[in-house]
C-alpha cells in the first residue's frame, strides 16, 4: 500500500548541482528510515545516503560525504537529497527506498522494503 515516487532528476553538467525529492504515500508507512540507493549499468546497486524519520540522524556513503546532503522535507514522508560537484561519470539511476521498521543496518538493499521506480542521472563533460 506505501508507493514511492521519486522526481527531479535529469541532465547536468560535471561540477554541477542536482536535487532529487522522494515522496512516499499510502495507507500505511510507519518504517523509521528512508534512504537513497544508486545503480550505474553493469553495477549493483549501492547506497548513497538515509535519514531517519524521526530525529533526522543521517548516514552518507564515504565517496558522498561533503557533497550530498539528504534531508527531510515538509513531512516525514518526503526526503529530498542535494547533490554537488557531480562529477562526469556513467549515468546512474537514483531510487528511493523506505523500510518497514527500523532496521539495525541501514547501508543495504535488504533492510528496505519498498521502493520508487527511480530517476535517471546522466552527467555531462
Known amino acids: 500500500q506505501v508507493q514511492l515516487v521519486e522526481s527531479g532528476g535529469g541532465l547536468v553538467q560535471a561540477g554541477g548541482s542536482l536535487r532529487l525529492s522522494c515522496a512516499a504515500s499510502?495507507?500505511?508507512?510507519?518504517?523509521?528510515?528512508m534512504g537513497w540507493f544508486r545503480q550505474a549499468p553493469g553495477k549493483e546497486r549501492e547506497f548513497v545516503a538515509a535519514?531517519?524519520?524521526?530525529?533526522?540522524?543521517?548516514f552518507y556513503a564515504e565517496p558522498v560525504k561533503g557533497r550530498f546532503t539528504i534531508s527531510r522535507a515538509n513531512a516525514k514522508n518526503t526526503v529530498d537529497l542535494q547533490m554537488n560537484s557531480l562529477q562526469p561519470a556513467a549515468p546512474a539511476v537514483y531510487y528511493c527506498?523506505?523500510?518497514?521498521?527500523?532496521?539495525?543496518?541501514?547501508?543495504?538493499?535488504?533492510?528496505?522494503?519498498?521502493w520508487g521506480q527511480g530517476t535517471q542521472v546522466p552527467v555531462s563533460s
Open positions: 535519514i531517519r524519520r524521526t530525529g533526522s540522524r543521517t
Open positions: 499510502g495507507l500505511t508507512f510507519s518504517g523509521d528510515i
Open positions: 527506498a523506505g523500510t518497514a521498521s527500523s532496521p539495525a543496518e541501514v547501508v543495504v538493499a535488504s533492510a528496505y522494503a519498498y
